[in-house]
């Protein structure tokens, strides 16, 4: 995911990844990362909890527009509740 975001961003299109482990986005380094501690194929949160999917989507974007260094990795606040 990180290299098809760099790509991405050389075509002039700003993205930022939703990734479950940190050491991946530390070694592809995709130009803006939000990091949830959720399970492995859930990166916005447990199934049907809209609060908490809408509350990373969120986050993301808060995170595509506050993140000015390329490579960073932004923690999110919420936390698997399950």
Do not use: H, Y
């Not at 002039?12 to 990091?35: D, H, S, W, Y």
């Amino acid at each position: 995911m990180g290299l098809i975001a760099r790509v991405l961003e050389e075509a002039g299109i700003a993205t930022v990844c939703i990734v479950m482990r940190r050491e991946v986005a530390q070694n592809v380094k995709p130009p803006r990362t939000l990091f949830v501690k959720f399970p492995m194929g859930a990166p916005l949160g447990p199934a049907g909890e809209a609060e908490t999917q809408r509350g990373v989507i969120l986050e993301a974007l808060s995170a595509l527009a506050s993140a000015t260094e390329p490579g960073t990795i932004v923690d999110s606040a919420r936390a698997w509740k399950r």
